[in-house]
C-alpha cells in the first residue's frame, strides 16, 4: 500500500470514529436582571432546556468590577444572569413567559427588599431578534397585566457581562438554608403573588407564537 492511500484511508477512519454531532444543535444567550442574581439563577435553573445560567454584572461603566463595588451602586452595574439555552427546546420567547412574571415590573431601581440601580430588572438582548422579541413581550405584558401600574423594566442591547465571583455561582444549591432565608426575609414571593396572582403567564408566549 503507498503512502498516499495510507494517508487516505488514516482520514477516512479518524471521521468514522468522531462522535456524532447533530447538524441542527444550537445555542443561544441573553441576559436577565430581576434584582438578586440567586433568584434570578435558581428561576432558569429550573427550566428544562436550559444549558448553564452565570451570575454576573452588566450595564455598566467599569471593566471587571467586584462584588462590593457593584453592590455600592456607583459602577452603573445591575445583577443580572446570563442563560445558554438550547432553542430546540425551549424558546427566548418562553423564557421571558418565566422572567415577566417573576419580576416587580413596576419599580426600576429595586427589586423587593434590595434597592439601588444595581437591583434594577431589565432585559438584554444579544442579536436583533431577540431585542425585537424582548420589547413585544412588553407589549403583551402591558396589554394583560392585572396591575394598573406602568412597566419599568428596561430592554437594552447587552453589552459587556462580567461573571461574579465564584460564591455567587449556583448560590441556592451551595448556600440553601441562607437562600431560603434571604428571599423569605427579602418578601419576594409574597410580592409576585400580590402582582401576579392568577396571571395566565403563558399568554406572553402564545403571542410571541407566529
Known amino acids: 500500500m503507498t503512502s498516499r492511500y495510507r ?3 488514516f482520514a477516512c477512519l ?4 468522531l462522535p456524532a454531532q447533530s447538524a441542527d444543535h444550537k445555542q443561544e444567550a441573553a441576559t436577565f436582571a430581576g434584582g438578586c442574581f440567586w433568584c434570578v439563577e435558581h428561576l432558569f435553573d429550573e427550566i428544562p432546556g436550559v444549558l448553564s445560567t452565570t451570575s454576573g454584572y452588566i450595564d455598566g461603566q467599569k471593566n471587571n468590577p467586584t462584588y462590593k463595588q457593584v453592590s455600592s ?3 452603573g452595574h445591575t445583577e443580572a444572569v446570563r442563560v445558554v439555552f438550547d432553542p430546540t427546546k425551549v424558546s427566548y420567547g418562553e423564557l421571558l413567559s418565566h ?7 413596576t419599580v426600576n431601581h429595586r427589586q423587593f427588599c434590595d434597592r439601588g440601580s444595581q437591583y434594577r430588572p431589565g432585559l438584554y438582548y444579544e442579536t436583533k431578534a431577540q431585542g425585537e422579541t424582548a ?4 407589549r403583551i405584558v402591558a396589554q394583560t397585566k392585572p396591575f394598573p401600574q406602568p412597566l419599568l423594566t428596561e430592554i437594552k442591547q447587552a453589552g459587556t457581562f462580567y461573571p461574579a465571583e465564584e ?3 449556583d448560590y441556592h444549591h451551595k448556600n440553601p438554608i441562607r437562600y431560603t432565608f434571604y428571599r423569605r426575609g427579602c418578601g419576594r414571593d409574597n410580592r409576585l403573588k400580590e402582582l401576579w396572582n392568577g396571571y395566565d403567564a403563558t399568554q406572553i408566549k402564545k403571542g410571541l407564537t407566529p
Open 135 to 138: 420589547r413585544a413581550s412588553k
Open 99 to 105: 422572567f415577566w412574571v417573576n419580576i416587580d415590573p
Open 167 to 169: 460564591y455567587h455561582q
Open 73 to 75: 451602586g456607583v459602577t
Open 7 to 9: 494517508i487516505i484511508l
Open 14 to 17: 479518524c471521521l468514522w470514529t
